[in-house]
């Protein structure tokens, strides 16, 4: 079964930074857009970043304010594992949410969350104040 597991959450400090890692377990994702989604308590899960097959065209929402960057491995897919990045820098404590990766139904990212599927099971990410 294709499977996403995300790591690298964590706490952190205000104004620190964290890594996120999605692994994919399969490279049938390799052709399709991949995307970030967090969800805090109480508040509906909320696209973050997504990022085209190719590894380009790269989206945000407004909130990253140039803070988040995604990114994802392509130079050798044959070989290489199969992951997607956050890297988060300069966090506030707004960011703390459950962090979750998914795969998009197209080759194209976009901010629709009803245009992606397969998720993994979360990180948690805290930022204290």
């Known amino acids: 079964q294709d499977q996403l597991v995300e790591s690298g959450g964590g706490l952190v400090q205000a104004g620190g930074s964290l890594r996120l890692s999605c692994a994919a377990s399969?490279?049938?994702?390799?052709?399709?857009?991949m995307g970030w989604f967090r969800q805090a308590p109480g508040k509906e899960r909320e696209f973050v970043a997504g990022?085209?097959?190719?590894?380009?065209?790269?989206?945000?929402?407004?909130?990253v304010q140039g803070r988040f960057t995604i990114s994802r491995d392509t130079a050798d897919r044959d070989n290489a594992d199969n992951t997607l990045y956050l890297q988060m820098n300069s966090l506030k404590p707004e960011d703390t949410a459950i962090y979750y990766c998914?795969?998009?139904?197209?080759?194209?990212?976009?901010?629709?969350?009803?245009?992606?599927?397969?998720w993994g099971q979360g990180t948690q990410v805290t930022v204290s104040s």
């Open positions: 990022i085209s097959w190719h590894g380009g065209g790269a989206i945000y929402a407004d909130f």
């Open positions: 399969t490279h049938t994702f390799d052709n399709y857009a």
């Open positions: 998914s795969v998009h139904k197209t080759h194209w990212a976009t901010r629709d969350i009803g245009e992606y599927h397969y």
